[in-house]
């Protein structure tokens, strides 16, 4: 934590007051002294323009958070004509010498949220500054449940997760500041207190590319649904009104031809930003692709023949590489609109999602109707000429996980809905990794992750620990 905001405000330092010897009473040209920033409505927007751009770091939503989730998971099986790259996830071998480096990048949001919150009295009392408050709040409490998602147990996850270590809950911007680590309790009452909190006072019409109404109910429908607190996910759920996108929309949104049903997304400019999400999963040479990770063959065959997300192309198509071999490759993330880059904008929220926590939610209380209900909005479309198979009890709850499977592939979710359902990774020991099955399968030593691992928990870095003794690291590293 203390190596973290070090490095942050020496950054910050070094940008600021970086000059000539004999000019040090000058100021940068193309920078600005804290001491003369945040005082107008104009400003406090380019902070929090700073503030979202921090989500897009390669270990955040710029890539590795979207991916390492289903990595680690049965979605996806390593491509053997590839880079090799993320290989120690998938073979779950992560340890505090081998971390997954994510503790950087949520604290750079939550320490430019910060700074905002902290100099928010600045600006006059009315909308505008309620709206940038509720932003950079919000921002930050995002920040945080991604973290204890990755870090920290989920409170379904065992009878006694909420009091096991959660994340450190950070105010301040003080650099110097070391905090241990609270319950997965206290974390999540901070992530929801803020939400709720901001509900009322920002905007509605924010847009898709920053936290907006719409965006914060979503996002506490996901926080209430991982703290097991059903009727309230529910309602923040019905509190959400953009729908769900059509299917004849829906190829559309992954190549940022759409915003239907996206509630909330890291916009990128694609030649000042340039972030390539999707290279996480493929690269493209001369016309052939260079696969990383492909789909699963079992994944594959899940995605019926009348389902837009593989009769469009808009997740999964097969595809050659140098060699002719073919794969099941994952085009989710492939570029937009006639790019095959992999630069794309990260969605964060869609009304999809919403759906799907507001029908495990009903059905997790028993109230098959609703959740069908729920699930159905989901469903009709997807399938072409769907028709509802009325589920009802277990056969139901099923039905609603394999639709969160297939429909938020690739999103960063796989991990963390088995870590909350407290389930296993099972992997095929015999399906390779081309389109029909061959090609070379999982080792036998990586097709098996059981439910309640220490490995479902990401260890601390060591060099944050090395930095801060006390600073608790997760059991079985």
Known sequence: MKNIFKTIILVFGILLFNSCEDE?????????????????????????RGVYSGFLSGNYYGGQFLALPDILTDNVIIAQEGRLSNRLFFEWRHAPNL??????????????????????????AGPERSNIEAEARAARALALFDLVRVFSEIPTQSAGASQTLGMPIITSTDPTIQVLRPTVETSYDFIISELEAVKATINADNGSGRFNKNAVNGLLSRAYLY???????ITAANDVTTSVATSANFPAVWTDGSEDGVIFKINQDRILDGVSIGTSWSQSNAGAIVPEYVLSFELANL???????????????????ASGNLYNSITKMFGES???????????????EVQLNKAEAHAMLGQFTEALTALDVVRMNRYSGFISPSETGAALLDAIKLERRLELFAEGHRLFDLKRWNEGVVRSATDGDFFDGTGTPVPSTFTTLPAGSHLFQFPIPQTEINAFPEFQQNPGY
């Open 227 to 233: 703290n097991g607190d059903y009727l309230n996910a």
């Open 24 to 48: 040090l009473d000058q100021l940068p040209n193309d920078s600005v002294s804290p001491d003369t920033f945040y005082n107008n409505i104009g400003e406090f927007e380019s902070a929090m």
């Open 99 to 124: 971390a997954y480096s994510f503790m950087y990048a949520p604290y750079v949001v939550t320490n430019r949220a910060n700074l905002i919150l902290s100099n928010i009295d600045n600006l006059p």
């Open 303 to 321: 995605y019926a023949s009348t389902d837009v997300r593989k009769s469009s192309g808009a997740y999964t198509q097969i595809q050659a590489d």
């Open 338 to 352: 006639g790019q095959n880059n992999g630069v794309v904008d990260a969605k964060v929220i869609r009304a999809a």
